[in-house]
């Protein structure tokens, strides 16, 4: 018996029941490609929840202490020390304030946000309360509400909801400890950048790999995080030591009027006409580099983007290469296991669809894998012209902005709709003005994705109708439906040929140098005869403009300065209308030559600490050339501008100077007379 089960045992080892053994002509065993397993599922020796939950609950104690830190006297101005406050992350309208800081944060929120979608625990804390592995979706519905919030796997959708106010939170502290200006908060902010960047590292050290998407996935997607979160952890020590050596604030009070006093000056300094042998000699040079700054944005002196410009630009970026990593991680990677698992049995399925590449099966697998790698190679290049198209659409915006507020500064009514422009905030504004970065991050995310279905179509069309099957001499579909169809076109081609050398020729002539139409019978019976094939170029046009109209508003989906709808009704472009209020909010509220008067005048009234005064006829050092200066111009339009300008100009030269220097008072002409018909001597 023990022989017999052997025997059994044999047989039924060398049987195999294989779909690729019921061929006779199938690949021979062992040369088969091996495909990849999945990969495991990693558990880091410290788990997530914890990490996550020790992580929210420095947040919670740094928070804490920042409200403690800056106490509020707005409600209760003369009660203690006033009562503590919550702290602004970010002050959006000043514009002089560290911009690097809220750039890493937003860049960290919207990485962080991304990597939610694969994520099945949002708010991975809540595994601390809640296993997964008590109850799960595959062993028991979730028949009430009690078992659906008790059982946060199986619902994923409003615990992600909740993940979208979370991650915000998280961030705050650390967002705030940079505008509160204190060493105490300095230190808690290099405590919270250290301990979030410490955990990222140390996560993505243990765990590279994930099974979720695509196995680098998660790593790749998390470089813009440990980014920023590296940025932060080096930036607030960096502040922390400044401030125990007593030159954060001075470097501040320098940094405060800096922006304002500067693009004031640039905007009063002298202009330097350039001689036309310069332009004549440098012609080309200048001409190429004016119209590279139409088009693209270099940095001007004198003049700085708003924080928001600067905020969307970097989620702008963040935003391309999230949604560009994904793209391209969810389907490269599957062509190409799908691409090196083609056997000979492909030959068998398409013969059931009635396709016949070749007799050679061998040949049919290089045939398929060959339009597969074209494929691919159709996929990544549609993907690299999007990304490329929106950043040089992101970059021309922003020439755009600097335009558009460098306009309205100047008191400028800007042509953006057919509403009246009035420099007013209302409601409306204010919420647009809130909702503008994030507005402009979805745009971009959309117009990306848009613009790579647009472009794989229109690519994989032109290969596999085209390149394709001329390079091979097979499948040439498209130039055999030419071929059947040529009187169509050949009609078309000559009918609008001969139309318009009709109009150039015949149909208009120029007297006394003016054109003139004539022949105006013929005229009208061609246009009587060609109706009918007119209305099919008509047709064809039409689909072009489709097609044109198409691939204008996918490329400019991301360009909120454009409407996408004519100008009659460009307020109902919702992106448009944003930028309209955005730029109102900031036009009022953040002017650079306001500020640099309203820091004037503050200063004004500011009272500062004199020198002792000495003989009243005695001046201080500096006061006779600060009013030799003011009288001084060097404007050669002025000096021509008659004696009545000269004089204007004197009088308020003086005036500056007086009210500015009182010691010159008693050098004044009147006061010297004066002082002589009293009997004092010259």
């Known amino acids: 018996m023990s022989s017999q089960a052997a025997g059994n045992e044999t047989a039924g080892a060398t049987e195999d029941y294989s779909y690729g053994s019921w061929y006779i002509d199938g690949p021979p065993e062992g040369e088969g490609p091996k495909p990849e397993g999945p990969v495991p599922l990693c558990q880091s020796s410290i788990p997530t929840s914890l990490s996550h939950a020790c992580l929210a609950s420095l947040s919670l104690l740094a928070l804490l202490l920042l409200a403690v830190l800056l106490r509020r006297r707005q409600l209760w101005p003369h009660c203690g020390h006033g009562r503590p406050g919550l702290p602004s992350p970010v002050d959006f309208l000043a514009e002089d304030k560290p911009r690097m800081v809220p750039a890493a944060v937003f860049m960290i929120l919207f990485s962080s946000l991304c990597l939610l979608l694969p994520d099945e625990d949002p708010l991975p804390f809540l595994a601390l309360v809640w296993t997964p592995s008590q109850v799960g979706w595959t062993q028991a519905p979730c028949l009430s509400l009690t078992f ?141 580099w004016i119209c590279f700054r139409h088009h693209i944005y270099t940095p001007q002196r004198g003049f700085q983007l708003p924080l928001k410009l600067v905020l969307s630009a970097t989620l702008t970026g963040t935003a391309i290469y999230q ?42 697998v290089e045939l398929v894998k060959h339009h597969l790698w074209a494929l691919e190679v159709c996929y990544i290049s549609a993907l690299v012209l999007s ?43 204010i919420f647009c003005w809130m909702s503008f970065s994030a507005y402009q991050t979805a745009f971009t995310c959309l117009g990306l994705l848009v613009q790579q279905i647009i472009f794989f179509l229109g690519t994989t069309a032109l290969t596999f109708l085209v390149f394709m099957p001329v390079l091979h001499g097979r499948n040439l579909l498209l130039l055999r439906a030419l071929e059947s169809s040529w009187p169509f076109w050949l009609t078309l081609a000559l009918a609008v040929t001969l139309q318009n050398m009709a109009a150039h020729w015949a149909f208009l002539e120029t007297h006394h140098g003016r054109p003139e139409v004539t022949n105006r ?73 306001v500020t640099a008067f309203c820091t004037l005048l503050l200063r004004g009234w500011t009272p500062q600490p004199r020198p002792p005064a000495g003989p009243q006829d005695s001046l201080r050092p500096g006061e006779e050339e600060e009013g030799m200066q003011l009288l001084q111009t060097k404007d050669p339009a002025a000096k021509r501008a008659g004696p009545k300008a000269s004089h204007s100009r004197a009088r308020w030269g003086l005036a500056y100077t007086l009210l500015h220097n009182p010691a010159l008072q008693v050098f004044r002409k009147q006061a010297l007379s004066g002082a002589w018909a009293n009997g004092a001597q010259p």
């Not at 949604?323 to 691409?339: M, S, Y």
């Not at 902005?401 to 953006?416: E, Q, S």
């Not at 099919?536 to 709808?565: C, E, F, K, P, Y």
Request: glycine share 6%.
């Open 148 to 288: 659906m919030y008790s059982c946060p796997s199986c619902l994923p959708g409003p615990w992600k909801m909740l993940a979208l106010l979370y991650y915000p939170a998280l961030y705050y502290p650390l967002a705030a400890c940079a505008t509160a200006r204190h060493g105490a908060a300095y230190l808690l902010g290099s405590t919270l950048s250290c301990a979030h960047f410490g955990v990222q590292v140390w996560q993505r050290v243990e765990c590279p790999q994930t099974p979720k998407i695509y196995k680098y996935y998660s790593l790749l997607a998390s470089l813009p995080l440990l980014l920023g979160l590296g940025f932060l952890s080096l930036w607030y020590p960096v502040q922390l030591v400044r401030s125990f050596s007593h030159k954060a604030g001075a470097g501040f009070e320098v940094l405060q009027s800096s922006y304002s006093e500067e693009y004031l000056r640039y905007l009063l300094r002298r202009q330097k006409l350039e001689s036309s042998s310069h332009t004549s000699k440098h012609g080309f040079l200048s001409r190429a």
């Open 323 to 364: 949604v560009a990593l994904l793209l391209l991680v969810g389907v490269v990677p599957t062509i190409q296991k799908v691409r090196a698992g083609i056997t000979t049995d492909v030959s068998y399925l398409l013969a059931g669809f009635g396709i016949a590449l070749s007799e050679d099966r061998q040949e049919v």
């Open 387 to 429: 990304c490329t198209l929106t950043f040089l659409v992101q970059i021309r915006s922003l020439v755009t902005h600097r335009a558009n507020l460098r306009a309205l500064y100047r008191g400028a009514t800007p042509d953006l709709g057919s509403r009246a422009w009035t420099p007013h905030p209302s409601r409306q504004a």
């Open 521 to 593: 019978r013929a005229l009208s019976a061609v246009v009587f005869l060609l109706f009918p094939i007119n209305v099919l170029v008509g047709t064809m046009v039409a689909a072009w403009r489709v097609l044109l109209s198409a691939l204008h508003n996918a490329i400019h989906l991301s360009q909120m300065d454009l409407s996408l709808l004519p100008p009659r009704a460009a307020t109902f472009d919702p992106g448009y209308y944003t930028y309209r209020n955005f730029l109102k909010i900031e036009v009022s509220q953040s002017h650079p030559a």
